[in-house]
Structures are given as C-alpha cells and as structure tokens.
C-alpha cells in the first residue's frame, strides 16, 4: 500500500504530496530519501550561478555523491543541480519520470543507460560533453579516474512533473 507524504519547503513545487512507492515491483523508491535530503538541504534560490566549477557541494549519501539543487529565478519546470562522483566513485543505479540533460563540468568517465530487458548502452563522456537520460531509462554514472572527481551539471524537468503529481524515482533492485 502506498504512503502520501505532503512536503514543503516554501516552494510551490514542493507544496504537494508524493507517492513513497516504487512503479515497478522490484524497485526500491528512493523518494522519502530524496525529500528528507531536499529539505535538509534546500535548492538555493538564484538568478545566476557563478563558477559551476566551484559551487559548494554537500554530501548525497543515498545516491553516492555530492550534490547541490538550484532554483533559477523564475523558471516553473526546470530544475539544475550539480552533483559531483569521487575518484572511482558510481552513482546508484537509478531511474526516474523526468527528463534529463547532463552537461560534464570536469573529468571523465562513463554513463550505463537503458531500459528493462533492453542492452545497456555504455555513453563515454569528458569535460565539455553533454548528453541525455531518457524518460525512465535505467542508469548508472561511472568516474574512471583514480585521481579526479567528476563534476556534472543536470537539468531536469522536475518542477514540472511534481506539478502534475508524476515524481518518481526508483533504484534498481539490485543494487
């Protein structure tokens, strides 16, 4: 049975319940761990980030990164963040109902992307790249570097689909 949790940090987006289940029946819903992490540390509220590359972060532990969420001025649909993945480090395996776009800050590494029962398709990406994640596309991002952190900047429709009651995301079960 599904539980209905109503979030609030003053943002209107938030201002709504979600859904602490899975989709799927074998995945494992990371949205109570997302929430309790977004209000713990609340999107800044900004017109302009400056120097992607040195913007604070603060540890993501339930996604094996560090990360920061942004609210740009204005904007009712997109929310950027930046996460960054340490020296050999990987991201969860994880999906979700928005669309993404990824922007590599600096380092290099690779993504692991795909749908059920479907080949992964193995994105290799460095400083300057950007790629997509599919709508609801399992995937995994890998630093190959023993030396170098990983920065990347995501840009999801996030406020969007929390409007319309959609927000999910789940981690793959094996993991």
């Not at 980030?49 to 094996?64: A, F």
């Amino acid at each position: 049975m599904s539980e209905e949790k109503k979030v609030s940090d003053g943002d209107w987006a938030a201002d709504i319940s979600y859904r602490d289940q899975p989709l799927s029946e074998t995945a494992i819903s990371e949205m109570k761990d997302r929430e309790e992490w977004n209000i713990k540390n609340p999107a800044n509220e900004v017109t302009i980030v400056k120097n992607l590359r040195d913007t604070e972060l603060v540890p993501r532990e339930y996604r094996n990164t560090k990360a920061r969420f942004m609210k740009l001025t204005g904007e009712r649909r997109l929310q950027p963040h930046l996460s960054e993945l340490p020296p050999l480090g990987k991201s969860t395996n994880h999906r979700h109902t928005t669309e993404a776009v990824i922007y590599i800050i600096k380092g290099s590494g690779y993504s692991n992307i795909g749908y059920e029962d479907e080949p992964l398709q193995k994105v290799e990406w460095e400083e300057g790249d950007l790629f997509g994640i599919p709508l609801w596309a399992w995937h995994q991002h890998i630093n190959t570097s023993e030396t170098e952190t990983v920065r990347y900047l995501a840009v999801q429709d996030t406020f969007m689909v929390k409007a319309l009651g959609l927000h999910q995301i789940e981690r793959h079960p094996q993991q």
